[in-house]
C-alpha cells in the first residue's frame, strides 16, 4: 500500500485479556518500529525490527509485551494479560534506514488501546 | 530521562503571524534533528529535519534552526495558517535507527 496501514484502528479489551495489533509497513521499507503514546505524553519507543529480527528491544515495559515480524513485511505486537495502564495508542512507523544521514520514519495512524 | 525536551504544551498565534517552536536537548551525539506535525486520529507526518553540521533548513514557510552550543532547536512557521494546528514533535537520533521524541506542542492557530 501507499503509506503504513495498522489494525485494529480502535481496540477495547477487559482486564486480563490477551491483544494482538498488526502494522502493514511500507512495501520494501526493512526497518519497523513500534511505538506507544500515553494520553499527554510524548512517543515512548517499544521496539525496533531490521527486517525479521529485533535488534533493539529495550523499550518493551515488561514481558507481558512482545513482537514479532514475518516475511520483512507485517509485524504484529502482542499484548498479554493486558493492564489498564497498557490503555495507549500504540503507533508502527516504518524507514528505508539511513539514507544520507538521515533516517525519515513513517507512521501508521495508531490502534487505540482501552483496557477497562 | 528525557534526552529531547518540548518545555511549551500549548502556543496559540493568530493566522498570519509567526509560530515559534521550541526544542531542547541534552545529548550532544545526536546527529540529526526532524520535525513532525500530528492531527488527531493521525500517525505523525515529517515536516522537516536539521543535520547537526548545519544551523538553519528552510522549506517553504517552515525554517527549523539548530544551536549546537545552546542544544536548542526551533521551528518556525510563517506566515501561521490554521491548518497548521496540529500538535508538532520534535525527535533526534544518533545515526542509528532509534528516535527520541520529545513530548510535543498543540500550536493552534486562531483565525
Known amino acids: 500500500g501507499a503509506g503504513v496501514s495498522q489494525s485494529p484502528s480502535n481496540k477495547v479489551t477487559e482486564k486480563g485479556k490477551d491483544v494482538e495489533l498488526r502494522c502493514d509497513p511500507i512495501?520494501?521499507?526493512?526497518?519497523l518500529y513500534w511505538y506507544r503514546q500515553r494520553l499527554g505524553q510524548g512517543l515512548e519507543f517499544l521496539i525496533y525490527f531490521q527486517g525479521n529480527s529485533a535488534p533493539d528491544k529495550s523499550g518493551l515495559p515488561s514481558d507481558r509485551f512482545s513482537a514479532e515480524r514475518t516475511g520483512e513485511s507485517v509485524s504484529t505486537l502482542t499484548i498479554q494479560r493486558t493492564q489498564q495502564e497498557d490503555s495507549a495508542v500504540y503507533l508502527c512507523?516504518?524507514?528505508?534506514?539511513?539514507?544520507?544521514?538521515?533516517?525519515?520514519?513513517?507512521f501508521g495512524a495508531g490502534t487505540r488501546l482501552s483496557v477497562l | 530521562d528525557q534526552q529531547v525536551k518540548q518545555n511549551s504544551p500549548s502556543l496559540s498565534v493568530q493566522e498570519g503571524r509567526i509560530s515559534i517552536l521550541n526544542c531542547d536537548y541534552t545529548n550532544s551525539m545526536f546527529d540529526y534533528f526532524l520535525w513532525y506535525k500530528k492531527y488527531p486520529a493521525e500517525g505523525p507526518t515529517f515536516l522537516i529535519s536539521i543535520s547537526s553540521i548545519k544551523d538553519k533548513n528552510e522549506d517553504g514557510r517552515f525554517t527549523v534552526f539548530l544551536n549546537k552550543s545552546a542544544k536548542h532547536l526551533s521551528l518556525h512557521i510563517v506566515p501561521s495558517q490554521p491548518g497548521d494546528s496540529a500538535v508538532y514533535f520534535c525527535?533526534?537520533?544518533?545515526?542509528?535507527?532509534?528516535?527520541?521524541f520529545g513530548t510535543g506542542t498543540r500550536l493552534k492557530v486562531l483565525a
Open positions: 512507523a516504518s524507514s528505508a534506514g539511513l539514507i544520507r544521514g538521515k533516517n525519515i520514519q513513517y
Open positions: 525527535a533526534a537520533h544518533t545515526g542509528t535507527y532509534k528516535y527520541i
Open positions: 512495501s520494501g521499507h526493512t526497518a
